[in-house]
């Protein structure tokens, strides 16, 4: 008895470790029930079951799993009869059409289709529909529809079809009425609201979407605003919150809190560099350090520095080289670490480009700097993306560098298309007459990268219309070429004696030729007719016809600004030469302009710009009254424009020689409480002078100055700018203009 209680025992345990199947059959035979539009053999194939094969339980169990899988089924129930398989099934529904009441926009309708998960001919699922239902509402709201109201229902069309239908009330967007900005903000509203993406609602602004609340901007936003204040000096900002409050039914408040925290500065600057590489090449970057030592802390710099040291990696050719930085803070003292070494080199296997819908890829390649089969560098990389961005082509830019099974590098560069096409209308009134502006441009032609503009602008003076063809980047020479038409019709009847029409077109081409400094050269041909007054002298009558000119344009520009816009420090010179190939008055006109920037504290822009300019004729005749030069008001304040210099009888008949010589520079706030003004005092001196068919006319030693005071105030209905000038120096028969004004927009 004892013996056998003992086998059993040994027997159970065996049996417990050997897997148990309560069957085994050879599989003959596969029977489909329940299925309406799934054939018999897909659902075979969906289920891998075979016949032949021996099948147990667990073989169920997978079979069952894999017919879920596929999505296209509620119930699945699976019977083994002996050497049958019973495979019973009910379908989801198929969708036939998902179809969207309420909203017609292309603009709307194509980022809702783009998120949803249930699409034209896919299996419908009760969950997931939900989902899809507050996605839409989701997106809406990124889009400024807070307000919107969406249902869903399902129209049966038999034999197991359905239509999915979604109808959207999309309701008032959401405006932003008012920005504001609380804490310690140490800038004035008006400079924080130009450096945020987000716009307060103004009617003007019908094109324009920022106006409206967008969760994604406002993420931006706060990025803007951080960026801004750490180039500022402010290292350790906190944008606290950033909230939306509603005001009423449709109108929001965007409030923006910030605590600036203590000021930030530049202590010791540091660059390791490898015992190999030569310091006399890094020599730029040891006099930049000394610069910025006890400057305010500034991401931007540290951005300089970097671009520095990349291009001094790149002209020297150095392979496979990192940079990196380290900071160190001591109180309000910033220590900084630049460390260049070499990293493990490798080759770049492969380039590819997705995404590229519209935009053809050689337009993209042309922005690279690495090509195929070249050594990897993360700097020519990181570039290669900033340059493929600058051309405002796409939404998004993004790169995912993957070891290739050579041991090499595989860049994958996805670009998100956008639309490329802008409406842009102006208009302005002013103590100088009224502006109407309009124009359409198309900056991605074809997908060729070819930018085509279209302006006309009407003023007091000037008719003047232009439509512009520009290739960036001609036959991937790193030159652009361009083509230009233009007429002009300028009427100066009333202060010089006559008007003129000219028409005629334009091209040429220009490029970098080192750093920051370009030359541009062009061919320009025009016919111009010349009317003059009765009451005009006899010389200047005698310019009364038509001139065909064709000239030789030549330019030189270098621009060390900051950035376009809003300048703070560095400079802009260009200087022009027009060269007669075939001109009934062989003119020479040339034009020196150079603008500096430069900040004395936070809020202070100081900038002195300067412009000389000749025109005259190479073989002793008189130059033509259009091609003579005229002071602008902008450049003169206190004085009318074109009213100014030689006279003729009672016409202003400008002049051979220009010059000018403008200091500008911004003022603190003066007005308590107001975020929305910006003072500027300036002085200005100029001189015009010389007129070549009468020494007696010539002016020269007449210099004109004046010295004032400038308001820009940022109104409901626009910019608002007043200028008050006192002139310093004057000539009798000088028009001058103590006060005036300018009110216009861009939209």
Do not use: C
Not at 332 to 338: G, P
């Amino acid at each position: 008895m004892y013996k056998r209680i003992i086998k059993l025992i040994i027997i159970s345990v065996v049996l417990a470790l050997i897997p148990f199947k309560t069957f085994s059959q050879t599989l003959k035979e596969i029977k489909i029930y329940g299925n309406e539009r799934i054939s018999d053999q897909t659902i075979i194939v969906f289920s891998k079951a075979e016949i032949g094969n021996q099948i147990n339980e667990n073989d169920l169990n997978t079979y069952l799993k894999n017919l879920y899988e596929k999505k296209f089924f509620k119930n699945v129930n699976l019977k083994l009869d002996g050497n049958v398989l019973f495979i019973s099934v009910e379908e989801e529904p198929l969708i036939q059409n998902v179809i969207f009441n309420g909203v017609k926009a292309n603009k709307i309708l194509d980022p809702i289709k783009s998120i949803i998960i249930l699409k034209d001919r896919s299996s419908f699922k009760e969950n997931l529909f939900l989902i899809d239902k507050k996605r839409i509402k989701e997106n809406l709201k990124l889009m400024g529809y807070y307000f919107s109201d969406i249902s869903g229902s399902i129209e049966d069309l038999g034999d197991n079809r359905i239509n999915l239908i979604y109808d959207i009330n999309l309701g008032e967007k959401a405006k932003i009425s008012k920005i504001t900005f609380t804490g310690n903000k140490i800038f004035k509203d008006k400079k924080l609201r130009n450096i945020i993406a987000s716009e307060e609602y103004k009617f003007w602004k019908f094109i324009s979407g920022k106006k409206f609340l967008n969760e994604s901007l406002i993420d931006l936003d706060n990025k803007l605003l951080r960026n801004f204040y750490l180039n500022k000096g402010y290292y350790n900002v906190e944008i606290n919150s950033s909230f939306a409050k509603l005001l009423s039914n449709s109108e929001f408040e965007l409030v923006f809190n910030i605590n600036a925290n203590k000021k930030y500065y530049f202590e010791n600057l540091e660059l390791k560099i490898s015992d190999d590489y030569d310091k006399n090449n890094f020599k730029k970057i040891f006099s930049l350090f000394s610069k910025l030592k006890g400057t305010p802390y500034s991401i931007n710099s540290i951005d300089n520095v970097l671009e520095l040291i990349d291009e001094i990696v790149i002209s020297q050719q150095y392979e496979s080289i990192n940079a990196t930085v380290n900071e160190a803070v001591i109180d309000n003292k910033i220590n900084m670490v630049f460390e260049v070494k070499e990293t493990e080199k490798f080759f770049v296997e492969r380039i590819n480009i997705f995404g590229n819908n519209v935009t053809e890829e050689k337009v993209i390649r042309n922005q690279l700097l690495v090509d195929e089969g070249d050594p990897y560098n993360e700097i020519l990389n990181t570039k290669s993306l900033n340059n493929i961005r600058s051309l405002n082509f796409f939404k998004t830019v993004k790169s995912d560098v993957l070891n290739s099974d050579n041991n090499n590098k595989i860049i994958n560069i996805t670009v998100e298309e956008k639309a490329t096409g802008e409406i842009v209308a102006g208009a302005g009134v002013g103590t100088e007459g009224s502006t109407i502006m309009f124009g359409v441009k198309e900056n991605n032609f074809l997908g060729k990268g070819i930018s085509l503009d279209s302006q006309l602008k009407l003023s007091e003076e000037d008719i003047k219309g232009n439509f512009t063809v520009l290739n960036p980047n001609f036959n991937n020479s790193d030159k652009s070429l361009f083509f230009n038409v233009q007429t002009l019709e300028t009427d100066r009847m009333s202060t010089s004696g006559y008007k003129t029409n000219k028409s005629g077109f334009k091209f040429g081409t220009e490029f970098e030729y080192y750093n920051d400094f370009n030359i541009g050269l062009a061919s320009s041909n025009f016919y111009e007719k010349i009317s003059t007054d009765s009451t005009a002298s006899v010389r200047q009558q005698k310019q009364k016809g038509n001139y065909w000119d064709s000239f030789i344009n030549l330019n030189f520009t270098h621009d060390k600004r900051n950035q376009k816009f809003q300048t703070s420090r560095g400079f802009y010179s260009r200087y022009n030469i027009d060269l007669p190939i075939i001109s009934d008055t062989n003119s020479f006109i040339n034009e020196f302009r150079y603008k500096h920037y430069s900040a004395l504290y936070d809020e202070n822009i100081s900038t002195v710009g300067l412009t000389l300019s000749s025109a005259f004729s190479l073989d002793d005749s008189d130059i033509k009254l259009s091609e003579r030069l005229f002071i602008p008001s902008n450049r003169l304040r206190g004085f009318e424009g074109g009213k100014v210099g030689p006279k003729d009888g009672n016409d202003f008949v400008g002049g051979n020689y220009l010059a000018t010589l403008n200091l500008t520079s911004s003022l603190p706030q003066i007005l308590p409480n107001s975020q929305d003004t910006d003072f500027s005092i300036f002085l200005d001196v100029a001189n015009l002078w010389g007129v070549d068919y009468d020494s007696s006319l010539n002016d020269s030693g007449k210099i004109r100055s004046s010295i004032g005071i400038g308001l820009d105030w940022f109104t409901a209905i626009g910019p608002l700018s007043f200028t008050f000038a006192q002139p310093l120096s004057k000539d009798s028969k000088d028009i001058t203009q103590e006060f005036s004004f300018n009110l216009g927009t861009t939209f």
